[in-house]
């Protein structure tokens, strides 16, 4: 299980990182988002990059205080267990951990992330099964 991200499809709205800080932290803020998208003027045009959590478990792996576990194939922290330390944020590949007091790690909204059905364009899909995907609401088929 994991996110994934066409950035073909992207138009940038921000849409996803709203929906993400929304339902973390109570606030339409993209900074509080546990993904990032970021639009990338070159010579060559428009680039849109997407950073997410693909649920490589390795913050799990790298916690010295056991707070972090896998849950269903995601990561989810134990916030009264969580030190700050940031070393699952040194060990995320993505860099898409944040240290604010505990570790601010995507944990898929428990499987049904909101980033991803908040996605008017289908950019962000969920993968729950090789092959089988969770898309946006507003996507063509």
């Not at 916690?63 to 995601?74: H, K, L, N, T």
């Not at 330390?85 to 951990?97: D, F, H, L, N, T």
Request: with cysteine; charged share 20%; hydrophobic share 35%.
């Amino acid at each position: 299980m994991g996110l994934s991200f066409a950035s073909e499809k992207c138009t940038g709205c921000h849409l996803c990182e709203l929906a993400c800080s929304a339902v973390k932290h109570g606030v339409f803020n993209p900074h509080r988002a546990r993904l990032q998208i970021s639009s990338l003027y070159r010579a060559s045009g428009l680039s849109i990059e997407g950073r997410y959590c693909d649920c490589c478990l390795r913050c799990v792996e790298s916690c010295p205080a056991g707070a972090i576990s896998s849950v269903r194939g995601y990561p989810v922290v134990d916030e009264s267990s969580c030190t700050g330390c940031g070393s699952c944020a040194e060990a995320c590949p993505r860099q898409v951990i944040r240290v604010n007091v505990v570790a601010e790690i995507c944990d898929l909204c428990g499987g049904e992330p909101q980033c991803v059905l908040w996605c008017p364009h289908g950019a962000l899909d969920l993968e729950v099964i090789a092959g089988e995907r969770v898309s946006g609401q507003n996507t063509e088929s």
